[in-house]
C-alpha cells in the first residue's frame, strides 16, 4: 500500500486509523493493490463487492486483504 501511495506522490507517514480519502488511496489504488496480492500469493482474492463500501481507514485495507487473502488459500 505505502509503495503505491509514494508512486503517486503521497506519503507512509499515517496509522492504520487514517482515513483513505485524506492520504490519497483510491478506488483504482486498492484495485492495484489486490492485483499485487494475487500475484504475490499466486492465489486469486475472493471477496464480494459488497464489503468493499465499509473500507474506510489504512487498517480496513490490511484488514480486508489479509482476511481475503487467508479464505482464499
Do not use: K, N, W, Y
Given at each position: 500500500?505505502?509503495?503505491?501511495?509514494?508512486?503517486?506522490?503521497?506519503?507512509?507517514?499515517?496509522?492504520?486509523?487514517?482515513?483513505?480519502?485524506?492520504?490519497?488511496?483510491?478506488?483504482?489504488?486498492?484495485?492495484?493493490?489486490?492485483?499485487?496480492?494475487?500475484?504475490?500469493?499466486?492465489?486469486?482474492?475472493?471477496?464480494?463487492?459488497?464489503?468493499?463500501?465499509?473500507?474506510?481507514t489504512v487498517?480496513?485495507?490490511?484488514?480486508?486483504?489479509?482476511?481475503?487473502?487467508?479464505?482464499?488459500?
Amino acid at each position: 500500500m505505502d509503495e503505491i501511495l509514494v508512486r503517486q506522490g503521497g506519503t507512509t507517514d499515517h496509522d492504520e486509523g487514517a482515513r483513505l480519502q485524506d492520504v490519497g488511496f483510491r478506488s483504482l489504488d486498492f484495485s492495484e493493490l489486490a492485483l499485487r496480492v494475487e500475484d504475490a500469493s499466486g492465489t486469486p482474492l475472493q471477496f464480494e463487492a459488497g464489503s468493499l463500501r465499509a473500507i474506510q481507514t489504512v487498517g480496513d485495507v490490511l484488514d480486508f486483504m489479509e482476511t481475503a487473502a487467508r479464505d482464499a488459500a
